[in-house]
């Protein structure tokens, strides 16, 4: 199984823009679909944006559509999720999971089997 250690979350303005990255071990990273998700207390968590294992495809949610880019460094087992113009509705624990799905990427959670431990992200207005 996969290990996933997210970092570079912080407190940025709005307006402002952070990348996250996604560090994998244990297992090649291009074994695996990712996807970046996040979760606001008391809410469920909701898919943000997901990549197959090449990165020739990605997908996002509407929410952050045009604002987020998922890419991926498989030479570096690494995932990234550059965030531009962020919102303070864009404040969440952001995580990134590993899923061994072949042939899609999912937006469900529960298709995903790898989770890292989440990276705070604070957006004040």
């Known amino acids: 199984q996969v290990q996933l250690v997210e970092s570079g979350g912080g407190l940025v303005q709005a307006g402002g823009s952070l990348r996250l990255s996604c560090a994998a071990s244990?297992?090649?990273?291009?074994?695996?679909?990712m996807g970046w998700f996040r979760q606001v207390p008391g809410k469920e968590r909701e898919f943000v944006a997901g990549?197959?294992?090449?990165?020739?495809?990605?997908y996002y949610a509407d929410s952050v559509k045009g604002r987020f880019t998922i890419s991926r460094d498989n030479a570096k087992n690494t995932v990234y999720l550059q965030m531009n113009s962020l919102k303070p509705e864009d404040t969440a624990v952001y995580y990134c999971?590993?899923?061994?799905?072949?042939?899609?990427?999912?937006?469900?959670?529960?298709?995903?089997?790898?989770w890292g431990q989440g990276t705070q992200v604070t957006v004040s207005s």
């Open positions: 990549i197959n294992r090449s990165g020739g495809r990605s």
């Open positions: 244990g297992r090649t990273l291009s074994d695996y679909s």
């Open positions: 999971a590993a899923s061994e799905l072949l042939l899609r990427v999912s937006r469900w959670e529960y298709e995903y089997k790898s």
